[in-house]
């Protein structure tokens, strides 16, 4: 069975400093997808970065970059300079390549950006 | 804006009563999930739709059930609810449904069982 394991429930950073959040997973399979996902108090779930367990490269998507360390079994999220907007919570998930597409979520990390 | 739109998108009810919740998929996505948010179970995937067939089922109690229609889109129905089904609920969409599609999420029906 996949599990996804976020350790830290909430987190607070100053505005503009860079901030990651930590999360690890557990899979006997080897292809797999791991995700991160944001959702604000509004409630959405906005996409944020993907990154598969065979690319070679770490992901990144503007501000986001995932930290990406197969053997540690670890997918950690990386925002620079941090706003305001980016208060929310925050989900990693991952999802299989064989059998069924359900995302297996962690508990999320809620992050607090101070001004 | 994700694409998926979601309705209702608050929905207040008694127990032992049955809702249907709607999802309009991103256009040209074929496939559809759907999740539940509680606080005490987390995301929780229910159940997902390929171009109208039962792809995959999660831990989608018997009450509930799902479909997905010619139009690609999808309905939740909730019967003899109890206090424990307030939850958030998600549909998402994807492409394909393929492993390395990314699957986005509507707005999400905020469901409170009085």
């Known amino acids: 069975a996949q599990k996804i394991t976020q350790t830290q429930p909430g987190m607070f950073v100053q505005e503009k400093e860079a901030v990651t959040l930590d999360c690890t997973y557990d899979?006997?399979?080897?292809?797999?997808?791991l995700f991160w996902y944001k959702q604000p108090s509004s409630g959405e779930m906005i996409f944020l970065i993907y990154?598969?367990?065979?690319?070679?490269q770490n992901a990144t998507e503007g501000r986001y970059s995932l930290n990406f360390q197969k053997a540690r079994k670890s997918a950690n999220l990386v925002i620079s300079a941090s706003q305001l907007g980016d208060s929310a919570m925050y989900f990693c998930?991952?999802?299989?390549?064989?059998?069924?597409?359900?995302?297996?979520f962690g508990q999320g990390t809620r992050l607090t950006i101070n001004p | 804006d994700s694409g998926v739109t979601q309705t209702p998108k608050h929905l207040i009810t008694a127990t032992g009563q049955r809702v249907t919740l709607r999802c309009s998929p991103r256009s040209g996505d074929l496939s559809v999930y759907w999740y539940q948010q509680s606080l005490d179970q987390g995301l929780q995937f229910l159940i997902q739709y390929y171009n109208g067939e039962e792809r995959a089922k999660g831990n989608i109690l018997e009450r509930f059930s799902a479909q997905q229609f010619p139009d690609l889109h999808s309905e939740l129905n909730l019967s003899s609810l109890e206090l424990g089904d307030s939850a958030l609920y998600f549909c998402?969409?994807?492409?394909?449904?393929?492993?390395?599609?990314?699957?986005?999420f509507g707005p999400g029906t905020r469901l409170t069982v009085l």
């Open positions: 998402a969409s994807s492409v394909e449904g393929a492993p390395t599609d990314t699957q986005y």
């Open positions: 899979t006997s399979d080897q292809s797999y997808g």
């Open positions: 998930a991952m999802r299989r390549v064989q059998g069924a597409q359900k995302l297996v």
């Open positions: 990154q598969g367990s065979y690319d070679e």
